[in-house]
């Protein structure tokens, strides 16, 4: 009867080393996520949206957007250095879509026309420096895939896009969880930073 009971308990033992896998009610409280470049990140629901923290970690580089979907980004706040660099601070922009941006669905895509303002803060000399334009913007969602992360699999459907305005273009590339209800980005103007680890909080 003891090895029994010895022989179940064993057996239970890699059920309670499974990795708890993220699902959509996740985003309440928060998901944690890694991308290839090392730095940590965080994604949770909030005001009406997603907010998306891609440097999450100590350090003064900053990373964070407010988005529809994880993918439409709606306000962002941004400084790429891990330095303090004379005369720069953040840069906060603002994007509006033309039309209701859609759930992506493979083999689909959405054109919109996107406004954008930015301010980039400055010097106490120089003040603020302010940008305003605008954009045709494609987003193309790929065949669906699937993504294997910190022992979980999920439904994944890549979302390529790119924005064209009077200054030239851009790209951008996320992975959107088709059964969580959030995306990604994993790669930025060419730029590949694809997602390593992602774990509910």
Known sequence: MRHAILAACLTLLPLGALAECVTANSLAKGVSFKRADGRAGRVVARDG??????AAGK??????RQTLLGIYETNTTSFFSDEELIGSGDTRQTWKFRGKPPVPKAGESWKTRISADAVTDNSSEQGYQEWSGKFDAVYTF???????????TYRAIPVEATFLGEDGGFTRRWLYFADLGFGLETKRDGTGNGLTALKPD
Request: glycine share 14%.
């Open 142 to 152: 790929l065949p669906e895939m699937e993504a294997k992360l910190s022992g979980c």
């Open 59 to 64: 350090g003064l580089w900053t990373d964070e």
């Open 49 to 54: 949206g997603i907010y998306v923290d891609y």
